[in-house]
T-cell receptor, first 112, second 110 residues
Framework: DAEITQSPRHKITETGRQVTLACHQTWNHNNMFWYRQDLGHGLRLIHYSYGVHDTNKGEVSDGYSVSRSNTEDLPLTLESAASSQTSVYFC???????????FGPGTRLLVL | TQLLEQSPQFLSIQEGENLTVYCNSSSVFSSLQWYRQEPGEGPVLLVTVVTGGEVKKLKRLTFQFGDARKDSSLHITAAQPGDTGLYLCAGVISNYQLIWGAGTKLIIKP
C-alpha cells in the first residue's frame, strides 16, 4: 500500500544546530507540503513543492529550507535550530487540487 | 491574510449528546475539507464539501457548506467515545493549498 513516512518520529536538539527531517511518500504525488502544528494555531504551512526541483515558501518559512531532488522525498532542514521551532512537524502530499492531503505520522521536535 | 476561524476550540460532553463545530471565514473557498486527527498521528480526511449549501452525511456526522461557501459546520448526533479527537477544517484555495482552522478538541465521556 502507498504511504507517507517521516523520520525521525522524535528529535531533541540544541539551539544553533542544523536539523533535517525526512519525508518519503510512495503515492507518486507531485505535490508535497511541510506544516508545523502548535497549540492554538492549527497547521501552518512552511514550504511546499509542486514537483522535482520546485520549492516554494509558505507562511512560516523563515529558518527553514527544503529541496526536491526526486518525486518521493522532501526533506525539511532547520538551518540553525531555535527554541521557537519546537513543534510537531507534518509532511503531506496530494495529487490534485482540492483532493485529499495524505499526512505522515509527524515528527515531534524539541529544541533546547 | 485569509483566516478560517473554528469554534469551539475545546468541547467535552457526555456520550449520547449532540454537538456542532463551526468554521467561519470572510473568504470564499472552492471547497472545504474536514479532517480528524488522533494523538500521535497525522490528520485524516473525513469529507470534502464543494457546492454552496451542500450537506454530506457520514454515519452520525453531518457536514454542511454554507450557501456562500465561506463557512461550514460539523454536527455529531449521539456522540460516542470513539468520536474523541481533534477535528480540523481546511478551506481549499488556489494552487493546492489549504487554509486551516485551529481545530476543535473533542472529548466524549462515557
Amino acid at each position: 500500500d502507498a504511504e507517507i513516512t517521516q523520520s525521525p518520529r522524535h528529535k531533541i536538539t540544541e539551539t544553533g544546530r542544523q536539523v533535517t527531517l525526512a519525508c518519503h511518500q510512495t503515492w507518486n504525488h507531485n505535490n508535497m507540503f511541510w506544516y508545523r502544528q502548535d497549540l492554538g494555531h492549527g497547521l501552518r504551512l512552511i514550504h511546499y513543492s509542486y514537483g522535482v526541483h520546485d520549492t516554494n515558501k509558505g507562511e512560516v518559512s523563515d529558518g527553514y529550507s527544503v529541496s526536491r531532488s526526486n518525486t518521493e522525498d522532501l526533506p525539511l532542514t532547520l538551518e540553525s535550530a531555535a527554541s521557537s521551532q519546537t513543534s510537531v512537524y507534518f509532511c503531506a502530499s496530494t495529487n490534485r487540487q482540492g483532493e485529499t492531503q495524505y499526512f505522515g505520522p509527524g515528527t515531534r521536535l524539541l529544541v533546547l | 491574510t485569509q483566516l478560517l476561524e473554528q469554534s469551539p476550540q475545546f468541547l467535552s460532553i457526555q456520550e449520547g449528546e449532540n454537538l456542532t463545530v463551526y468554521c467561519n471565514s470572510s473568504s470564499v473557498f472552492s471547497s472545504l475539507q474536514w479532517y480528524r486527527q488522533e494523538p500521535g498521528e497525522g490528520p485524516v480526511l473525513l469529507v470534502t464539501v464543494v457546492t454552496g449549501g451542500e450537506v454530506k452525511k457520514l454515519k452520525r456526522l453531518t457536514f454542511q457548506f454554507g450557501d456562500a461557501r465561506k463557512d461550514s459546520s460539523l454536527h455529531i448526533t449521539a456522540a460516542q467515545p470513539g468520536d474523541t479527537g481533534l477535528y480540523l477544517c481546511a478551506g481549499v484555495i488556489s494552487n493546492y493549498q489549504l487554509i486551516w482552522g485551529a481545530g476543535t478538541k473533542l472529548i466524549i465521556k462515557p
